[in-house]
């Protein structure tokens, strides 16, 4: 994710990539391993590992308050969906 854009942009960006990412996994490649395999769970496992530390990191550094509530508000609601 590119780091112009403010807290929000980036949070924003990365949820789209994900979801977009994984509806390819869905359509694409999932259908390729046999369903035992659970392809779309590991994908989706892993993507939330990157996800995780992506926005660890953006935790680690100083925030001023209104990106701290950003930070808290998108982890509590914006990501689960």
Known sequence: VAP?????ARLAALASRLVGDLGVVR?????A????Y???GVYARGYHRAL?????ALAQRPLAVPD????LDWHSN???R
């Open 68 to 71: 701290l509530y950003l930070l």
């Open 38 to 40: 659970g392809a779309l």
């Open 52 to 56: 995780a530390q992506q926005v660890r």
């Open 78 to 80: 914006a990501y689960p």
């Open 33 to 36: 391993y046999p369903p035992e």
């Open 4 to 8: 112009e854009g403010g807290l929000g």
């Open 27 to 31: 359509s694409h490649v999932a259908p």
